[in-house]
T-cell receptor, first 114, second 110 residues
Framework: SAVISQKPSRDICQRGTSLTIQCQVD?????MFWYRQQPGQSLTLIAT?????????ESGFVIDKFPISRPNLTFSTLTVSNMSPEDSSIYLC???????????FGPGTRLTVT | KQEVTQIPAALSVPEGENLVLNCSFT??????LQWFRQDPGKGLTSLLL?????REQTSGRLNASLDKSSGRSTLYIAASQPGDSATYLC?????????FGTGTRLQVFP
């Protein structure tokens, strides 16, 4: 299984600002994903981060609000833009194995917007 | 549209009990099913992965079964311990996406 790290682990941000979350994997992976977990809820997929091309967003999520970069096969960033209190969530990145579609998750970033 | 439901939503048991957590899904056309554990405010730890062609998987005190035709999976925890207290999530793979269940919050008290 892959070892995944995320930075920052938590942050408290003011309304209207932006935060960039980093996800680093210890090996090259094809598939990387970003999820959101709102308080008391299960996980919802935001987008699939594609290396060398634009991310693929799920319904309800747009690039202007959640721009994603993936410059190589071990690193990705998610930016939460123009934040509001409704963006307070845990944001998690995950990586997937092509052969078995198994996914492994990072430790998450707990974001609080005041 | 795939929907994944977990029952019960919460469970509190004394140490030593054997437990069954349930997961149901509406579309049986899945690649596989994965069970996760999540500690409060933390990320997810993968517990077991069951391929669509498999019926069950075991890891230590954990046993997960899969019945695709009925759209059900169960996670069996033997001889529960306080350290098992966490939220347990099941997720099914449809195409390239993981669809998560609602979770079961488990508390095991001494």
């Amino acid at each position: 299984s892959a070892v995944i790290s995320q930075k920052p682990s938590r942050d408290i941000c003011q309304r209207g600002t932006s935060l960039t979350i980093q996800c680093q994997v210890d090996s090259q992976v094809t598939m990387m994903f970003w999820y959101r977990q709102q308080p008391g809820q299960s996980l919802t997929l935001i987008a699939t981060a594609n290396q060398g091309s634009e991310a693929t967003y799920e319904s309800g999520f747009v690039i202007d609000k959640f721009p994603i970069s993936r410059p190589n096969l071990t690193f990705s960033t998610l930016t939460v833009s123009n934040m509001s209190p409704e963006d307070s969530s845990i944001y998690l990145c995950s990586v997937g194995t092509v052969s078995a579609y198994e996914q492994y998750f990072g430790p998450g970033t707990r974001l609080t917007v005041t | 549209k795939q929907e994944v439901t977990q029952i019960p939503a919460a469970l509190s048991v004394p140490e030593g009990e054997n437990l069954v957590l349930n997961c149901s899904f509406t579309d049986s056309a899945i690649y596989n099913l994965q069970w996760f554990r999540q500690d409060p405010g933390k990320g997810l730890t993968s517990l077991l992965l069951i391929q669509s062609s498999q019926r069950e998987q075991t890891s230590g005190r954990l046993n997960a079964s899969l019945d695709k035709s009925s759209g059900r999976s169960t996670l069996y925890i033997a001889a529960s311990q306080p350290g098992d207290s966490a939220t347990y999530l099941c997720a099914v793979h449809n195409t390239d996406k993981l669809i998560f269940g609602t979770g079961t919050r488990l508390q095991v008290f001494p």
